[in-house]
């Protein structure tokens, strides 16, 4: 168990809708991440977060944006859903140490139909 | 950020030792090697990381090498539930408070019983 609690872990949606994943990280990790797995494109960084501010942005579309909150947890948004946005999303937490490892959640597996 | 070369598969029997090859000719003095692995259906999961110098885990080892430009992952004993797909990523923690992850293709383990 890494820590870090993603929720749902299975959402089933309809192309053009919007939906919201969150994230719980680690106690006390400060930073957190969200990717992307498809089938065809692997692991994709979209965004970080440290302490409440946005810290480096990856290949995240503009139909997606995402925010942590003072309580640190995290909520990744996704709007205008297409049927490629069919993916598993992953978050990770990690240390406050620049070296400090990511500790990764078990995922949302999302489905446009 | 500098990439990494690794083999696409891998095989190895059940209880033998693995050495999982990484190449990164690219490095920089600020690049930690990092190494994930990801079981079928689960998110990554940290295994080790080095800056210099050899480390050893409860989970594995990893040398590096001299000039930095090639590590390998150890497993001293391979079990099916190391069944996964390893990555080798190279963290730059030169201060720029980014520093999120960017993972390649890397190696699928498969473990012969």
């Known amino acids: 168990d890494s820590g870090v609690t993603q929720t749902p872990k299975h959402l089933i949606t309809a192309t053009g809708q919007r939906v919201t994943l969150r994230c719980s990280p680690r106690s006390g990790d400060l930073s957190v991440y969200w990717y992307q797995q498809s089938l065809d494109q692997g692991l994709q960084f979209l965004i970080q977060?440290?302490?409440?501010?946005?810290?480096a942005k990856g290949n995240i579309l503009e139909r997606f944006s995402a925010q942590q909150f003072p309580d640190l947890h995290s909520e990744l948004n996704l709007s205008s859903l297409e049927l490629g946005d069919s993916a598993l999303y992953f978050c990770?937490?990690?240390?406050?140490?620049?070296?400090?490892?990511?500790?990764f959640g078990n995922g949302t597996r999302l489905t446009v139909t | 950020d500098a990439k990494t070369t690794q083999p696409n598969s891998m095989e190895s029997n059940e209880e033998e030792p693995v050495h999982l090859p990484c190449n990164h000719s690219?490095?920089?003095?600020?690049?930690?090697i990092h190494w994930y692995r990801q079981l079928p259906s689960q998110g990554p999961e940290y295994v080790i990381h080095?800056?210099?110098s050899n480390v050893n885990n409860r989970m594995a080892s990893l040398a590096i090498a001299e000039d930095r430009k090639s590590s390998t992952l150890i497993l001293h004993r391979a079990t099916l539930r190391d069944a996964a797909v390893y990555y080798c990523i190279l963290r730059d923690v030169a201060g720029t408070g980014a520093n999120n992850l960017f993972f390649g293709t890397g190696t699928r383990l498969t473990v012969i019983p």
């Open positions: 690219t490095i920089s003095g600020t690049d930690y």
């Open positions: 977060y440290y302490n409440g501010e946005e810290r």
């Open positions: 990770a937490s990690s240390g406050n140490r620049e070296s400090s490892p990511l500790h």
């Open positions: 080095g800056l210099t």
